[in-house]
């Protein structure tokens, strides 16, 4: 295969690695990324126990199109795609540079789905806001990979299997988005509220937990069909979905880990995972 062939040559000017594990991050509010939480905490302490990628490829709930692109710029702008939030914000920068290369070799092993190579978009919040956590150097190359909003979640779990070649070359994948995203019932009183929660938030956490560490994916495929508590966790997919990528990558002998596994403002969570 031409992709394979053209992905072994990028990788041999890489640094030897080990394969890389999968994260997916739950990202939470953009103030994360200048905050100090248990949240960032909860980054930081990961990446010291992770080894160095050559590149990254982020699937974030922020970047959700119809069809499938992938960026393919030298140097992604920082989009501050949120509004409302304090001026400090607006400043932070993230100049990570991209990889051309990654986002053709991420066209092709896509294939036969039909992946844009985008020159316009850049590193959205979904992104930036929890990678600077984990490198804050900004010196590992990170592409974005689109979530395509037609398609169901089976369809997202099959197409991030066809990346896991990735994984052999450095290449550390993220999927960062939020488990349980009900912005429409957030309470605003209450956001500092450690581990606070709705009971349908309680009990979705508790089910979806089960679920990922006993290997028993099939039900989140079926997300919208496991009753109310996964209705009001998940009103629609786009934060849900880049923990479907992260779950299409992981291998049968894979133990997942989960940290930072908490409720915020009682409709949201903050759980994240690591696979590998």
């Known amino acids: 295969m031409r992709s394979i062939n053209d992905l072994d040559k990028i990788a041999s000017s890489f640094s030897t690695t080990e394969k890389m594990p999968v994260l997916f991050l739950g990202h939470g509010s953009p103030m994360n990324a200048i905050e100090e939480n248990q949240f960032v905490t909860g980054f930081r302490n990961l990446a010291k126990n992770l080894p160095k990628p050559n590149t990254i490829l982020c699937v974030s709930a922020h970047w959700f199109t119809k069809g499938s692109k992938v960026t393919a710029m030298e140097m992604p702008k920082t989009i501050h795609d949120f ?25 092709e092993l896509l294939l036969p789905t039909a992946v844009e190579l985008d ?19 900004a010196d590992i190359p ?32 993220i999927g960062s988005g939020n488990i349980i995203h009900n912005l429409r019932l957030v309470d605003f009183y209450n956001f500092e509220k450690d581990d606070y929660g709705y009971d349908w938030a309680i009990e979705a956490r508790a089910t979806i937990n089960s679920l990922l560490l006993d290997g028993n994916f099939q ?10 508590a996964f209705q009001l966790a998940i009103p629609t997919p786009e934060h849900f979905l880049p923990l479907i990528y992260t779950l299409g990558l992981k291998d049968k002998s894979e133990e997942i880990q989960l940290f930072n596994d908490k409720l915020v403002a009682g409709s949201l969570s903050m759980t994240s995972v690591r696979i590998g």
């Open 119 to 137: 020159h316009h978009w850049g590193l959205d919040h979904g992104a930036w806001s929890v990678i600077k956590h984990l490198y804050p150097k």
């Open 142 to 173: 990170v592409i974005q990979l689109s979530i395509d909003y037609s398609k169901p979640a089976e369809y997202h779990f099959q197409l991030a299997q066809q990346l896991s070649r990735l994984r052999e070359k450095g290449i550390l994948i």
């Open 83 to 107: 509004g409302g939030f304090p001026k400090e914000l607006f400043e932070v920068r993230y100049p990570a540079h991209g990889s051309p290369e990654l986002a053709t070799i991420t066209q």
């Open 219 to 228: 039900p989140l495929l079926d997300y919208e069909k496991q009753g109310q």
